[in-house]
């Protein structure tokens, strides 16, 4: 499975954007999936997380109640609809999978279980 990030670009506060991942090959479905987000000098952090199920989400405190995680598993893609941005949601975004097993329908947060990223896409945000 390969990742494909897409979406990103330059917005005004208050405005949104939607993210893409495209996963390839056929298991994606299998696979859990979090966007991580990394402003500059900081640390890769989670920002949103898809059971493989789709039927389990989380999201960060910082962007709970703006941001939409959401998974679409016969194209093979998990969408970030990110609304009422900040300029602080600036950040190079990537997004990550990791296989689960079938009874496996977490999200997963940790950042050390993903083995599989994108090539991340940028989102600026002015204000």
């Known amino acids: 499975v390969q990742l494909q990030a897409s979406g990103g670009g330059l917005v005004q506060a208050g405005g949104s954007l939607r993210l893409s991942c495209a996963g390839s090959?056929?298991?994606?479905?299998?696979?859990?999936v979090g966007w991580f987000r990394q402003a500059p000098g900081k640390k890769r952090d989670f920002a949103a997380g898809?059971?493989?199920?789709?039927?389990?989400?989380d999201y960060a405190d910082s962007v709970r109640g703006r941001f939409t995680i959401s998974r679409d598993n016969a194209r093979n893609t998990v969408d970030l609809q990110m609304n009422n941005l900040k300029p602080e949601d600036t950040a190079v975004y990537y997004c990550?999978?990791?296989?689960?097993?079938?009874?496996?329908?977490?999200?997963?947060?940790?950042?050390?279980?993903?083995?599989?990223w994108g090539q991340g896409t940028l989102v600026t945000v002015s204000s």
């Open positions: 898809i059971s493989w199920t789709g039927g389990s989400t």
């Open positions: 090959g056929r298991t994606f479905s299998r696979y859990a």
């Open positions: 990550a999978a990791t296989p689960r097993d079938p009874f496996d329908t977490i999200v997963v947060r940790s950042i050390r279980q993903y083995t599989l």
